[in-house]
């Protein structure tokens, strides 16, 4: 009984211990880069499109408390091959209202972008 | 003899060892920092601003389908209507080339470059110096489709504990045969000081 007890309370510690899982290729979260913190806000489903040659992204954001939350956010457009097709863009400053869900839209700048990056940092 | 020669060797050593091997030269309280940083230093336009404008107006525009087919664009200079001084040139100039980068337009002479041009043009064709096969004819020169016109405005209000400045930037693409307005954006910014 106690072998067993002390089984179940090793295989606990080892599951606490244990890393989260990282997010699946091409999955919303794999595309979300966290510089330093990302307090109180969550990325949520992201809806990409190609309209006129164009990627262009809707990410949803939600403030999960009840105060304003200034975020700051910048894309990274990326080609086939993984790497930027683009110059860096500037950082700009979001502010999302106590408790409020509010979608960040973005188009890409050249027709070679097949795919992007989220960098997001907190205050 | 070798003790002389021992004590000669350990100063070359020691003075080896403390060469600056950096590829900085002074400037301890000197920094490069990060372009593209949200700047708040104070609230007057910005480096951000004009960043978030160039590149707000230049995406919505290239995708919004109007320029099919390269067209060519006349640029106009941004109106300042604001109360402080904006260098409205490096708007246009941001535009132009995040427009030009992403392959949508081309760009005719606009007001600035138009005197350089014809100089160009004259003496090539007038001065008599150049390879007759080499000369750029005169004739030639694309005229623009579309001109491209803005204007900022503010609005800035202050109080005994807030100042709040209000911007708005407006970009129109005007048919130079029509005179429709074919595409218009505009970017609103506001930014505000606690005391």
Redesign the interface.
């Given at each position: 009984m106690r072998i067993k007890l002390l089984a179940a309370l090793t295989v606990a510690l080892l599951a606490g211990c244990a890393t989260p899982p990282p997010p699946a290729p091409g999955s919303a979260a794999s595309k979300v880069v966290v510089m330093g913190k990302l307090k109180n806000i969550e990325v949520g489903p992201m809806r990409v499109a190609r309209e006129n040659g164009f990627l262009t992204v809707k990410v949803s954001l939600n403030n999960t408390s009840s105060s304003n939350k200034a975020m700051f956010y910048r894309f990274a457009w990326l080609g086939n091959d993984g790497f930027p097709v683009a110059d860096e863009e500037g950082w700009k400053t979001l502010t999302l209202y106590g408790s409020q869900s509010s979608i960040l839209p973005a188009i890409a700048p050249v027709t070679q972008a097949t795919d992007f990056r989220l960098e997001v940092q907190s205050q | 003899m070798f003790a002389r020669f021992s004590i000669l060797a350990v100063v070359v050593a020691l003075a080896s060892g403390c060469a600056n091997n950096s590829p900085v030269l002074g400037g301890k309280n000197i920094g490069y920092g990060?372009s593209?940083?949200?700047e708040l230093v104070t609230n007057e336009f910005g480096?951000?601003d004009l960043?978030?404008i160039a590149?707000s107006m230049?995406?919505?525009l290239?995708?919004?389908?109007i320029l099919q087919g390269r067209p060519v664009v006349q640029v106009y200079d941004v109106k300042n209507k604001t109360s402080e001084y904006i260098d409205t040139r490096e708007i246009t100039t941001s535009i132009k080339t995040?427009l030009m980068?992403?392959?949508t337009a081309r760009f005719a002479s606009d007001n600035t470059q138009m005197q350089s041009q014809v100089d160009q043009l004259k003496l090539q064709n007038q001065s008599g110096l150049y390879k007759k096969n080499t000369v750029a004819k005169t004739g030639n020169m694309i005229a623009a489709k579309y001109r491209l016109e803005g204007s900022i405005s503010s609005i800035v209000k202050r109080s005994s504990d807030y100042k709040d400045v209000f911007y708005k930037f407006s970009l129109q693409l005007i048919d130079v045969e029509s005179g429709l307005a074919e595409w218009m954006d505009e970017k609103e910014i506001r930014k505000t000081t606690e005391r």
């Amino acid at each position: 009984m106690r072998i067993k007890l002390l089984a179940a309370l090793t295989v606990a510690l080892l599951a606490g211990c244990a890393t989260p899982p990282p997010p699946a290729p091409g999955s919303a979260a794999s595309k979300v880069v966290v510089m330093g913190k990302l307090k109180n806000i969550e990325v949520g489903p992201m809806r990409v499109a190609r309209e006129n040659g164009f990627l262009t992204v809707k990410v949803s954001l939600n403030n999960t408390s009840s105060s304003n939350k200034a975020m700051f956010y910048r894309f990274a457009w990326l080609g086939n091959d993984g790497f930027p097709v683009a110059d860096e863009e500037g950082w700009k400053t979001l502010t999302l209202y106590g408790s409020q869900s509010s979608i960040l839209p973005a188009i890409a700048p050249v027709t070679q972008a097949t795919d992007f990056r989220l960098e997001v940092q907190s205050q | 003899m070798f003790a002389r020669f021992s004590i000669l060797a350990v100063v070359v050593a020691l003075a080896s060892g403390c060469a600056n091997n950096s590829p900085v030269l002074g400037g301890k309280n000197i920094g490069y920092g990060d372009s593209k940083a949200v700047e708040l230093v104070t609230n007057e336009f910005g480096s951000t601003d004009l960043q978030m404008i160039a590149e707000s107006m230049t995406r919505s525009l290239a995708q919004s389908g109007i320029l099919q087919g390269r067209p060519v664009v006349q640029v106009y200079d941004v109106k300042n209507k604001t109360s402080e001084y904006i260098d409205t040139r490096e708007i246009t100039t941001s535009i132009k080339t995040q427009l030009m980068k992403s392959g949508t337009a081309r760009f005719a002479s606009d007001n600035t470059q138009m005197q350089s041009q014809v100089d160009q043009l004259k003496l090539q064709n007038q001065s008599g110096l150049y390879k007759k096969n080499t000369v750029a004819k005169t004739g030639n020169m694309i005229a623009a489709k579309y001109r491209l016109e803005g204007s900022i405005s503010s609005i800035v209000k202050r109080s005994s504990d807030y100042k709040d400045v209000f911007y708005k930037f407006s970009l129109q693409l005007i048919d130079v045969e029509s005179g429709l307005a074919e595409w218009m954006d505009e970017k609103e910014i506001r930014k505000t000081t606690e005391r």
